[in-house]
């Protein structure tokens, strides 16, 4: 039996899915098994996965989205421990060598670890924990108020997933934080310092949509935060304004810029239902009120100033 079972899902990534995977088979780690899992592809993957064909477990299914497809990997594997690779982003040598040992400490349910940011052969100098600091230990909190855990970087322990169940689709595409969160409640977390994996910019991934995925991000949270209440709480007052309500303005700024101010006054409405009004929920509020030829320069006011508050006290 492998200790580890590596999942990567795939959807019409044919052009790059074989990098993916010879970065898998790079691993100083060997205890492994790789299992590719096509999300009903019509673009030359399966060609792809022919020549890993003796390394490799290929499983395929009809069009159902990554949750479906990650989930029929899990469903499929053998080892004790689960980590996820997007077919897109590539691993670095070490990755498994590194994050393993970590598992010896009972109480820690995921590891993660940095990543780098990379365009063709231009790999950024900047990385994810240079953005977003990460923290170890009993984490819920702190991952609700900021993401800081790239997905490809991630290994859990297959008990975790039998306790807190598998990826949702209705998250979807934060499906993979809504998980994080469930296990976090009820698990530790640690991390490498080191960069684990190369994150592709710009190669269409789901996240790309930035008013679907905050939108997403916010119903998870929103059922987080049920769920965390019904454990006995584990969200401070300000961990709440940080990760959610904050959130809200976000996407009040975006449907103003899209000219569309139901939307806009739902958020707004929904901030002050869960917060008092602050300086910047009564400026949208104001500025949502206004004629279209006046407003749209303060859009972009506002919007710098959302920015600007998202990521203050972090």
């Given at each position: 039996m492998p200790l580890v079972s590596v999942i990567i899902p795939t959807y019409q990534r044919a052009a790059v899915l074989g990098e993916a995977i010879e970065s898998v088979l790079a691993q100083t780690f060997t205890d492994y098994e790789l299992i590719v899992v096509d999300d009903g592809s019509t673009d030359g993957t399966l060609q792809v996965v022919e020549k890993y064909k003796e390394k490799i477990t290929f499983l395929h299914q009809p069009n159902r989205g990554v949750s479906a497809a990650r989930n029929l990997g899990i469903q499929h594997s053998r080892g004790?421990?689960?980590?996820?690779?997007?077919?897109?982003?590539?691993?670095?040598?070490?990755?498994?060598?590194?994050?393993?040992?970590?598992?010896?400490?009972?109480?820690?349910?995921?590891?993660?670890?940095?990543?780098?940011?990379?365009?063709?052969?231009?790999?950024?100098r900047k990385t994810s924990f240079d953005l977003y600091p990460p923290r170890r230990g009993k984490i819920f909190g702190d991952l609700f108020a900021r993401n800081f855990i790239p997905a490809s970087t991630v290994v859990v322990r297959k008990a975790c997933l039998e306790t807190t169940g598998l990826f949702e689709r209705e998250f979807e595409p934060c499906e993979d934080y809504h998980?994080?969160?469930?296990?976090?409640?009820?698990?530790?977390?640690?991390?490498?310092?080191?960069?684990?994996a190369l994150y592709r910019v710009g190669s269409g991934q789901a996240s790309g949509n930035a008013v679907r995925a905050w939108t997403s991000l916010v119903k998870?949270?929103?059922?987080?935060?049920?769920?965390?209440?019904?454990?006995?709480?584990?969200?401070?007052?300000?961990?709440?304004?940080?990760?959610?309500?904050?959130?809200?303005?976000?996407?009040?700024?975006?449907?103003?810029?899209?000219?569309?101010?139901?939307?806009?006054?739902?958020?707004?409405?929904?901030?002050?239902?869960?917060?008092?009004?602050?300086?910047?929920?009564?400026f949208l509020t104001i500025s949502a009120n206004l004629?279209?030829?006046?407003?749209?320069?303060?859009?972009?006011?506002?919007?710098?100033?959302?920015?600007?508050?998202?990521?203050?006290?972090?």
């Amino acid at each position: 039996m492998p200790l580890v079972s590596v999942i990567i899902p795939t959807y019409q990534r044919a052009a790059v899915l074989g990098e993916a995977i010879e970065s898998v088979l790079a691993q100083t780690f060997t205890d492994y098994e790789l299992i590719v899992v096509d999300d009903g592809s019509t673009d030359g993957t399966l060609q792809v996965v022919e020549k890993y064909k003796e390394k490799i477990t290929f499983l395929h299914q009809p069009n159902r989205g990554v949750s479906a497809a990650r989930n029929l990997g899990i469903q499929h594997s053998r080892g004790q421990l689960i980590a996820f690779l997007d077919s897109d982003d590539l691993w670095l040598p070490d990755k498994l060598s590194n994050q393993v040992p970590l598992f010896q400490a009972q109480a820690v349910g995921l590891v993660f670890g940095d990543i780098r940011f990379f365009s063709g052969k231009t790999i950024q100098r900047k990385t994810s924990f240079d953005l977003y600091p990460p923290r170890r230990g009993k984490i819920f909190g702190d991952l609700f108020a900021r993401n800081f855990i790239p997905a490809s970087t991630v290994v859990v322990r297959k008990a975790c997933l039998e306790t807190t169940g598998l990826f949702e689709r209705e998250f979807e595409p934060c499906e993979d934080y809504h998980l994080w969160m469930r296990i976090l409640q009820h698990w530790e977390a640690d991390f490498c310092p080191q960069p684990a994996a190369l994150y592709r910019v710009g190669s269409g991934q789901a996240s790309g949509n930035a008013v679907r995925a905050w939108t997403s991000l916010v119903k998870a949270q929103e059922a987080l935060v049920e769920q965390a209440r019904l454990a006995g709480g584990q969200l401070s007052p300000q961990q709440l304004y940080d990760g959610l309500y904050k959130r809200y303005l976000r996407l009040a700024v975006y449907a103003l810029k899209k000219r569309e101010r139901k939307i806009a006054f739902y958020w707004l409405d929904r901030f002050r239902l869960m917060h008092r009004w602050t300086t910047l929920w009564l400026f949208l509020t104001i500025s949502a009120n206004l004629p279209y030829f006046v407003l749209t320069p303060l859009i972009y006011l506002g919007y710098r100033l959302a920015i600007r508050q998202e990521y203050a006290q972090n």
